[in-house]
């Protein structure tokens, strides 16, 4: 009844138009340090069948965008603001009762740590079943025979035995398996997967991104990956929005973003991924400095502080988000890489021996290492 009821609501609400549309949305925490901008005016789309990558580093603000969506940060010191239209539907604002016929039956989440999101005192076969039987009203031996399927389908063997396991009995890789089986249970539109292959090993975590992907085309799902590996995405998405300080600083189709980067921030991640190229114990070329305080960002670009191209402008005036010459992509940023401002600026650094441009060049992690006293001196040292 809760599945049908769900459905009728969704059905009356317009069907023309994304799956999931979000504009200038915001998610603040009112702290007593001030107000944390943990999300800071975010515009997106996403359709039915289609893949979205968000990327970024820890603190960029993610994690916090999925959540918010969908409406999962429920403490009062939480402000929400702007629109999130799903299937036609705005989320901000609704209640909680009204989430909670979304939630399982039309959007799921894939979390970061299964050993955090599964129940350890709880069997496995119920973990899945209980979601059967409240959504969709399934009796009993009916929720079991669909939970025995969908262990199958997520490529656990054995999944008789494993119904009647407890988390702590399962390898990591198999508990991930078990948290999507619980995720595309009651048949959602749109899955989250947030960092779900952190703390498993390179051949766990290929395996894990394939299960994943395979579902979301079987199901026809729209699927929202966050990362903050652009390597994980770059196969795997149609789009990919990188985020810094809160904010998106370039969005793309992702063949477009890979072979045109435009934001210096998305630059420096793509040069942070490992080379197979690279001889052994090759040093990883990091990003200098740290994010931005979000409860007082600084004026400007967000990531001047940090920026090997950043000039007086970039610290003065903050960047909107602009077109590119390719349709879809946009980016923040005053001088963009590859194009011949961006060229003069970054020159202009080196030769002023700037330390987020010398480590931007040479891969110094001594320079890199600059760029956070360099930040927090206002460049005087």
Partial sequence: MARSTNRRLLTASPTEGPLLAVEDFRTHFDTPAGLVRAVDGVSLSLERGKTLGIVGESGSGKTV??????????????????????????????????????????????????????????????????????????????????A???????????????MEQYPHELSGGMRQRVTIAIALACGPRLLFADEPTTALDVTVQAQILNLLQQQQHERHMG??????????????????????????????????????????????????????????????????GRPPDLVSPPPGCRFAPRCPYAQPKCHAEAPPLIEAETPGHEFRCWFPVG???????????????????????????????????????????
């Avoid at 965008?65 to 901000?92: P, W």
């Avoid at 129940?119 to 039987?133: A, S």
């Avoid at 025995?148 to 494993?162: A, F, N």
Wanted: without cysteine; hydrophobic residues 40%; glycine residues 8%.
């Fill in 65 to 146: 965008l999925s959540r918010s969506i969908m409406g999962l940060l429920t403490a009062r010191n939480v402000v929400r603001s702007g629109s999130v239209r799903f299937h036609g539907q705005e989320l901000v604002g609704a209640s909680n009762s009204q989430m909670r016929a979304l939630w399982g039956t039309e959007m799921a989440m894939v979390f970061q740590d299964p050993m955090t999101s599964l129940n350890p005192v709880m069997k496995i076969g119920r973990q899945i079943t209980e979601g059967l039987r409240f959504h969709l009203k399934l009796p009993k031996d009916e929720a079991g025979a669909q």
């Fill in 339 to 381: 194009t011949q401002a961006g060229h003069d600026a970054l020159e202009r650094n080196l030769e002023q021996h700037l330390p987020a441009a010398e480590a931007a060049v040479t891969g110094d992690s001594h320079a890199a290492g600059l760029v956070e006293v360099a930040a927090e001196t206002g460049g005087d040292d």
């Fill in 223 to 288: 699927m929202v990956l966050v990362t903050h590996d652009l390597g994980v995405v770059a196969g795997r998405t149609d789009e990919i929005a990188v985020m810094y300080a809160g904010q998106i600083v370039e969005k793309a189709p992702t063949t477009t973003l890979f072979a045109n980067v435009r934001m210096p921030y998305t630059e420096a991640l793509l040069k942070s991924i490992p080379k197979l190229e690279q001889a052994s114990h090759t040093r990883l070329q990091i990003i200098g």
């Fill in 148 to 162: 025995l399927q969908l262990l199958e389908s997520v490529g656990i063997p054995d999944p008789k035995r494993r």
